[in-house]
């Protein structure tokens, strides 16, 4: 078996990607915490998630995080897949997360994407069928909705 587990994440400040990831999945909770040395640096790291997978976030960051429009090699995005995408729209926009990007809805899915404070993008879909053979097909270009 192959699952994932985590992502690494490494921000300027922890509480505020931390409040993001908490306003978009209220279930999820601080697993553990501590300190460290990275590299020399004293750094704070944090894991956020379930008993089954989580993010960790590190504080310290030299730099602001890659330019999400650019072409600049590194992470693009986080995805996750939510049962009820409305709803978690309406958690992070009533706490003045902009959406970032909506792609146009297609018959068994809505995608939409947020960034977070420290400027990582975070893809959140709804898929409205059970069947891979459905839920896995694919345009040969998007419609996409940039909403800056």
Known sequence: MVRFEHAN??????????????????SWKVRGQGEMQWQGRARRWLHVGSDDYYITLNDGADEENRFLKGHSAGLAHLGF???????????????DYKIDVSLAEHNVRKNIYFVDPEGFQFEFVQYFSEFAHEKNVYESSQNVQVSR
């Open 9 to 26: 994440l490494v921000v300027k400040e922890i509480e505020k990607t931390l409040q993001f990831i908490q306003t978009a999945f209220p």
């Open 81 to 95: 897949v939510v049962d009820d995408l409305e709803q978690l729209i309406q958690r992070l926009q009533n706490k």
